[in-house]
């Protein structure tokens, strides 16, 4: 905690970074794969397991829902997707109290010691490229409310990223469940156009049934949950921009930093409020 007297213009204190843990999601490493092991161990006690697999099913659904969603949004729309789906299961997590402690003593820095002390705190940054690029337009002698500006540009840009990659999750598990229909639709003509041969019958009925099998296993064990799981991590994401946002801001401005505590409080969930000034 600062005291009143570091408030008032005493020492700048220690710069102690956010604590941020890069580790793999285990909610959706044990959730989808569990979800999978479950059905899978219903198919085994089924006691046939191989008539679960047929690759006419499989491209009719992979393929179709791949096709259809590719042309809904862009091949570019598409690895964005795949990037940040990798990113949500690798996923870094960030302790919002922290991040506003963390800035709050950048804050302290730059009123003591100016705003061009703060340029031997920028390497250690990097990592949060928001703050960072905040802090080095405080460095250049950008005016707050233009760094204000252009860092909410880019936050926008940011969420809209985020949120385009989920619809495209999100529309990707609309449309498995209609490829498996079509499928369904294609095995029972093909069933009903041999009705004269028994032999075709039961592969015909495979894909007919397998089809929307497959449909509704990837839209709600794999495309959901991800999206569902992509907007919470954006959320969190926007939430500690938006810190780096309006501590940058106030920094340019040459603000009190018992101001800048007050408006982060203002935007921290309750649990993560922070009292850095006694």
Same mark, same amino acid.
């Given at each position: ?111 003591? @010691? ?5 340029? *031997?705190? !920028?390497?250690?940054? $990097?990592?949060? +490229?928001? %703050?960072?690029?905040? /802090? ?105 921009? @938006? ?5 940058? *801001?106030? !920094?340019?401005?040459? $603000?009190?930093? +018992?101001? %800048?505590?007050?408006? /982060? ?14």
């Amino acid at each position: 905690m600062a005291t009143e007297a570091e408030g008032r213009g005493g020492p700048a204190p220690n710069v102690s970074p956010p604590a941020s843990r890069s580790a793999v999601d285990l909610a959706t490493i044990v959730g989808i794969p569990g979800a999978f092991l479950l059905i899978f161990t219903a198919i085994f006690l089924g006691g046939s397991p191989g008539a679960f697999i047929n690759l006419p099913s499989i491209f009719i659904v992979l393929g179709g829902t791949f096709g259809v969603t590719t042309a809904c949004f862009s091949l570019n729309d598409m690895s964005t997707a795949i990037r940040i789906v990798a990113q949500t299961v690798f996923h870094r997590s960030r302790d919002p109290g922290g991040a506003a402690i963390h800035v709050l003593q950048l804050a302290q820095i730059a009123r003591y @010691r100016g705003a061009l002390a703060l340029q *031997a705190h !920028i390497d250690n940054i $990097e990592q949060e +490229r928001m %703050l960072y690029r905040g /802090l080095t337009m405080v460095v250049d002698g950008t005016p707050g409310d233009e760094i204000e500006r252009i860092m909410q540009q880019e936050l926008q840009s940011t969420a809209q990223r985020h949120a385009r990659s989920a619809s495209v999750l999100r529309k990707a598990a609309e449309i498995s469940p209609a490829m498996g229909l079509i499928g369904t639709l294609v095995g029972l003509i093909q069933m009903l156009g041999n009705l004269e041969d028994p032999s075709t019958i039961g592969p015909a009925m495979a894909v007919a049934l397998l089809t929307t099998f497959y449909g509704a296993i990837l839209a709600n064990t794999v495309f959901t949950p991800l999206a569902s799981k992509l907007e919470r991590n954006s959320s969190e994401e926007t939430l500690i921009n @938006r810190l780096y946002v309006m501590a940058s *801001a106030s !920094i340019g401005r040459q $603000e009190n930093p +018992r101001r %800048l505590e007050m408006l /982060l409080n203002t935007i921290l969930p309750p649990g993560n409020r922070v009292e850095y000034f006694n």
